[in-house]
RNA sequence: GGACGAUUAGCUCAGUUGGUAGAGCAUCUCGUUUACACCGAGAGGGUCAGUGGUUCGAGUCCACUAUCGUCCACCA
């Protein structure tokens, strides 16, 4: 980027460095007035975009797609916010940072949104059929990711958007149907007849973790199935009881024993005739209920995989489904799940069937997409085996994906997640990724409806039937599940299966930063489709964050707009550094937070010191003194050494705390720094007559980019200000320089603090009005020549008419007597001092003294203490002993001679 | 049922190799002195959930208990 460029874009509220009044810089900082400025003005630069550049180190971030579906949330929010701040970091490190923006198109949550639009207008997707309603999607998504890119744009987002990409673009299509064909080629999909979730609203199978489980009250029905069966079943479901086939029992429950591997005709509800046989199988537990289990193999995936144990078995071999997609009975009057169950009971409990009924609570699995009870139904449906050694490798999907985060490819951060996502992982089975709606990635399978050979699976669309040449040929109407293509996001974004120089150089990525919640949908299928397809992880670092919720600690939700904060109307009313602060500050990695108005009010406010230190700094130093280059030979007077001690100490913490993805922590540190060290001493210091512009200006300078990858516009919009010609974002990052440590001088210093806030807290103690000038005689020891070098900022920040110094002297009668570390302090308070309120006060702080002193002295008493302990920490507990024994002697001698003074 | 996390000031939360507790907000007192009232100065407020252990020393490590929460499993 050439700086020249900046002027042709001259965009940015017209403030000028020169000759700068108070009224061209407003009192208080207007977000509003500069952010999105401020981004155009970055975007148009070229700032945001990265190249392969081989003589640099990469940084990669793939940013989690949001949702086509609509707006940006707070999850959003804090994913960019910290996303950003690692971008910025290194992109000012000096990283080639590449930050690639997109869009998934979450195939079943856009399909239900625009159904639901078409609901409104009396319209189903079938009145339309597949093409149009199709049609009808993509113009949604198109106004959705209109409405997205500007949103993550308002949060100050650094993408490239050169870049950004979309699950459903050619690229990552062609990703997609490479994959898939080549995982059907190694045997890893397969199509398969077993049982699945199914919503019966989204008319859809679900995955799994798709499946959300609430607590319910339900029943626990123990009966028989007709007069002829020999003893009681339970079940929860009795509708599903018209599918059974079989009875499981313990193998070692001897009260079946007899009944073992027999065959009963039995006549069910509705004259339903049904053939059970009982057989032995070790996961019944003979304690719960009857301790016999009617097997369900169609609407259980539990008693389905008993069917493949036994399947041998000619009691389990027969599977019916008895329910249809559409939740519907059929196998009895064709009435809903609800309905017939209410008609079973009715005619267990009218033929004397019904043994008991139990109240219970249980779970009920439901849709995550819309919250409809999921059936379980057997299917035919495309699955990925990932227990199936992999051809060439010998080892499983499954393997592979445990071995990438096991054996230290990957970290996880927190580190608890790592034991999460192992054992979600070794639990993992069958991934049923095909889906029955219509918008998505079509499977690329066709069948020939002449020959009935093989399916053809292609990536291109065939012409004709592989196998009778026939052009008979239909593709299978489904799509897939939308993790399917999010899983290859690190590498179809890159180019993949081309052998682009950006996947050679930008993959492995580096960090993916998102939430917790999508470990398993996203993360874990990211690392196993990309371990699969490039025999390389897919990033080195995982860090996820936690959830953000209301004040009360509930998930934010639409359905509560009293806490739930749009994160749009934040930005408007307190900018988008005021928001970003509030998420990433005050939290723990990986734990939740909650965010409410307050508290982006309040970094609104730091926001606001910020501009107003640098406001301060701009009107008090010229512009010769900001077009100066700063040199170690400016710093001069104690305070100057003092600050660029913390500044450096600042530069170190605060980066390595970044580089431990302690933003939190990085955060707290800096705004520490700008507010209480720089604000409350530095700059009040520098208001009399030691103003040092070019200390001001670097250490303003400094924590200005300290602060970019936190707080972007208003450093920015700051920097500008001071005459920089280029970006603060494309600024180096601060380095530690050894040279500017001042331990001594820095210390020195921190006396004079501590003399300033001992006279401050002695005049409000006793009540003196803080507008009320007053003298004070100070001996000020070793210090003293640093007390005459200060004695203007002490008289002012201490608010003293007089200020008498000496190295030592006598004690002052009729005075009030402070200890700050080796001075003395005297404040004769003439006609306000009280020797009762000044004997109390004495014997106050006497006392404090003195137990803080026994605890140290307790521990030095200590043998082991004295023997065990680091010699840092014994020697700093004697200085600090030999202190306060000090202290204790000089108030001691005080208080005698004030007691003397009375009594004469 | 299994696993994990949390419990620190009135509220929201930090506290990263164990060295003797912090921030913001809120509360109280005072104050518009050449950036900022979206401010400044000062104050009060905690036996760090409980019990025991390791250690010279524990908010921090270990064990157990209590309460809350999350995830996984799904007993039909």
């Given amino acids: 980027m050439k700086p020249t460029k900046l002027k042709s874009e001259s965009r940015t509220p017209s403030i000028i460095m020169n000759h700068l009044t108070e009224d061209q810089l407003p009192k208080a900082y207007d977000a509003s007035k500069f952010e999105n400025d401020i981004y155009a003005k970055w975007e148009s630069s070229g700032a945001f975009k990265a190249k392969v550049n081989p003589k640099k180190k990469p940084f990669t971030v793939i940013m989690p797609p949001p949702n086509a579906t609509g707006t940006l949330h707070l999850g959003h929010a804090v994913m960019l916010a910290l996303e950003d701040i690692m971008v910025r970091y290194h992109r000012m490190k000096g990283d080639e940072t590449l930050w690639l923006p997109g869009t998934d198109h979450a195939a079943i949550a856009t399909q239900n949104r625009v159904e639901k639009n078409l609901a409104a207008r009396n319209i189903t997707r079938h009145d339309l059929g597949r093409e149009k309603f199709l049609k009808e999607v993509e113009a949604f998504v198109e106004t959705s990711k209109t409405t997205i890119r500007n949103q993550v744009r308002k949060m100050g987002s650094s ?21 898939f064909k080549s995982m059907f080629d190694d045997g890893l999909i397969y199509r398969g007849n077993r049982t699945v979730n199914w919503c019966t609203r989204c008319q859809s199978t679900l995955a799994d973790d798709e499946v959300d489980y609430k607590e319910a009250k339900g029943k626990l029905y123990v009966f028989k199935y007709d007069k002829n069966f020999p003893f009681e079943i339970a079940t929860t479901r009795p509708e599903t009881k018209l599918g059974d086939t079989g009875v499981a029992v313990h193998p070692d429950d001897k009260r079946f024993k007899k009944y073992l591997n027999k065959k009963f005709d039995v006549v069910f509800a509705g004259g339903k005739k049904l053939t059970i046989e009982v057989f032995p199988d070790k996961s019944i537990d003979p304690a719960f209920g009857t301790g016999a289990v009617g097997i369900t193999p169609a609407h259980s995936h539990v008693d389905f995989e008993m069917y493949e144990r036994h399947a041998g078995s000619k009691a389990v071999r027969e599977i019916k489904n008895v329910i249809n997609e559409q939740g519907v009975v059929t ?96 639990n993992l089975h069958n991934w049923c990724i095909s889906r029955q709606i219509w918008f998505g990635h079509q499977i690329p399978v066709w069948y020939c409806k002449d020959c009935k050979g093989s399916p053809i699976v292609s990536i291109e669309t065939p012409s004709k039937c592989s196998a009778c040449k026939s052009k008979n040929i239909t593709q299978d109407p489904d799509v897939l599940d939308t993790w399917f293509s999010a899983g290859l996001w690190t590498f179809s974004t890159l180019g993949w299966p081309k052998k682009t120089k950006e996947l050679e150089y930008f993959h492995p990525t580096s960090v993916l930063e998102t939430g917790y919640d999508i470990l398993f949908f996203w993360v874990a299928r990211m690392i196993l489709m990309t371990t699969y397809a490039l025999g390389e992880v897919p990033f080195k670092t995982v860090y996820l964050h936690g959830l953000i919720r209301t004040r009360s600690g509930e998930k934010m939700s639409k359905s509560k707009p009293d806490s739930c904060i749009d994160p749009l109307d934040m930005i408007e009313k307190y900018g988008a550094d005021a928001l970003r602060l509030s998420m990433v500050i005050g939290g723990a990695p990986g734990n939740d937070t909650r965010l409410y108005e307050e508290k982006i009010a309040g970094y609104r406010n730091f926001v606001n010191k910020i501009w107003n230190a640098s406001r301060f700094i701009l009107l008090n130093v010229s512009t010769e003194d900001l077009n100066k280059k700063f040199s170690k030979k400016d710093v001069t007077s104690t305070a100057d050494k003092w600050i660029m001690t913390r500044l450096q100490l600042l530069i170190k913490d605060s980066t390595k705390h970044i580089e431990k993805y302690n933003f939190s922590e990085a955060g707290t540190q ?15 210091f520098s208001k009399g007559e030691h103003k040092n512009p070019a200390v001001l200006i670097h250490a303003l300078k400094t924590t200005l980019k300290l602060l970019h990858p936190f707080v972007p516009y208003v450093t920015e919009a700051i920097w500008s200000m001071l005459g920089e010609k280029k970006f603060i974002m494309l600024e180096a990052w601060p380095q530690y320089d050894a ?166």
């Fill in 739 to 904: 040279g500017l440590i001042f331990n001594a001088e820095a210390k020195k210093i921190e006396h004079i603090y501590t003399a300033i806030t001992s006279i401050r807290k002695t005049k409000s103690e006793y009540k003196i009005d803080p507008v009320k000038k007053i003298d004070a005689t100070i001996y000020g020891g070793a210090l003293t020549d640093l007390i005459w070098e200060k004695k203007e900022a002490i008289m002012r920040l201490g608010n003293l008419s007089n200020l008498e110094i000496a190295k030592k002297g006598e004690p002052i009668p009729q005075a009030l007597k402070i200890l700050a570390g080796p001075m003395e302090i005297y404040l004769p308070l003439q006609n306000m001092f009280n020797l009762e309120q000044e004997l109390e006060r004495i014997t106050k702080e006497k006392k404090q003294i003195s137990s803080e002193l026994a605890a140290i002295n307790g521990r030095l008493g200590n043998q082991s203490f004295v023997a065990n302990a680091p010699k840092e920490v014994v020697a700093q507990a004697k200085e600090q002993a030999a202190q306060l024994t000090e202290q204790l002697e000089n108030l001691s001698t005080h208080e005698k001679s004030l007691e003397k003074a009375a009594k004469m």
């Fill in 331 to 426: 196998e009895f009057d064709n009435k809903s799940v609800k309905e017939t169950r209410e008609e079973v009971v009715m005619y267990l409990e009218l033929n004397g069937l019904m043994k008991e009924v139990q109240d219970i609570t249980h779970n009920v699995g439901s849709c995550y997409r819309c919250g409809t009870t999921v059936e379980i139904i057997l299917s035919t449906q495309w699955f990925i085996d990932v227990d199936k050694k992999i051809p060439g490798r010998n080892k499983t999907l499954k393997q592979l994906s445990i071995d990438a985060v096991k054996k230290g490819g990957i970290e996880i951060l927190p580190e608890k997640f790592e034991k999460i996502y192992a054992h979600w992982m070794g």
């Fill in 159 to 179: 993408c490239d958007w050169s870049r950004e990409s979309y699950t459903l673009d050619a690229g990552p299509s062609l990703a997609v149907r490479t994959i």
């Fill in 670 to 684: 800096i705004y520490d720094f700008l507010w209480n060290e720089m604000c409350n001493w530095y700059i009040e």
